[in-house]
C-alpha cells in the first residue's frame, strides 16, 4: 500500500449535521459507518446549541460555526490515543485532513470549512444540501412547509419532533420519532438558536466550486428542500450528483444502508486500498 492510500485507510470521517438536529440523529448510519470503516475515527459533532451544547449560543454566521467546530475537532483529535490502536494500526495524526459527511446545513459548514482551510478537507460527501446564491429561497425551504414552519414555534417540544420527523423522513418508524421526542426534552434546542440557525442557514453563500473531492447526493423525494437545488450545484460545479428516488431529506435515517454504500464506493473509487 502506498502512502496515499495507507494516509487515506486511517483519515478520520467527520459527521456534521444540519438545522436543529445532533449527532444522535445520524442514528444506525454512524455505527454501520464505522463497522464498514474499522481503522478509521468516526467523529461526529455537534453545533453550538445543539445535543451536547444546548445550552450554548448558535452562531449566526456559517463561517463562525466553521471556527467553533475547528476548536471542537481540535480537542477530540487531541483526546485521541497516539502511537498505535488496539490492532496495531497507527492512530491519525491530529495534522491529517478529514473526510466530511454532512447533510442539509452541515454541507454549507463543509463549504465553508473548504474555503477557510482547503487544506482541512480532504473529501465531502455533501447531503441535500443548498445554497442562498444559486437556489430562491422558495426550494431551499419548499413553500409547501411554511405553515408546519410557523406552527412549529406554539406547539410542544413532542410534537415539533413529530412535525419534524414528517416533513424530513418518508418512514413510519414510531421508535425513532420516540427516540427524537426522548432527545429533545433532555437537549431542547431554545426558540432562540432554533432562529438563529435559520438566519445562518439562508444567508449562506459559496461563490467558487468545493476545493476537495466532493459528491452530491440528494433524495427525490426531500419535502423539506426541493432536488433542483442539489441539481444545481451539480451543474454548477460539474461533479457528481446521485439521487435516492424515494428517500426525504433526512436520507441517513430513511436509507443508510444505501448512503453507505454509495459513500464506500466514492471512497473506493478516489482512496484506494
Known sequence: MNQTANDAHHRPILLLRGLLRETRHWGKFADMLANAFPHREIIALDIAGNGSRFLEQSPTNISAMVADLKIQLAKQKSSSPTGLQADNTPTPSSSDGVDIIAISMGGMIALEWMRQCPQDVTSAVLINSSLNNYSPFYKRLRWQQYKNLLTFFFIS???????????????????????????????????????????????????SSPTATTLLIGSHNDALVDISCSKVLAKQWGIPLLIHPEAGHDLPADDPQWLLDKVAMFYQRHNPH
Not at 163 to 170: E, K, V
Not at 175 to 181: N, Q, Y
Open 157 to 207: 417540544d413532542a410534537k415539533r419532533e413529530s412535525l419534524i420527523f414528517d416533513m424530513t423522513t418518508r418512514q413510519s418508524q414510531p421508535s425513532v420519532i420516540d427516540s427524537w421526542v426522548k432527545w429533545r426534552q433532555t437537549n431542547p434546542v431554545s426558540i432562540s438558536n432554533t432562529l438563529r440557525q435559520l438566519y445562518a442557514a439562508s444567508r449562506f453563500q459559496f461563490e
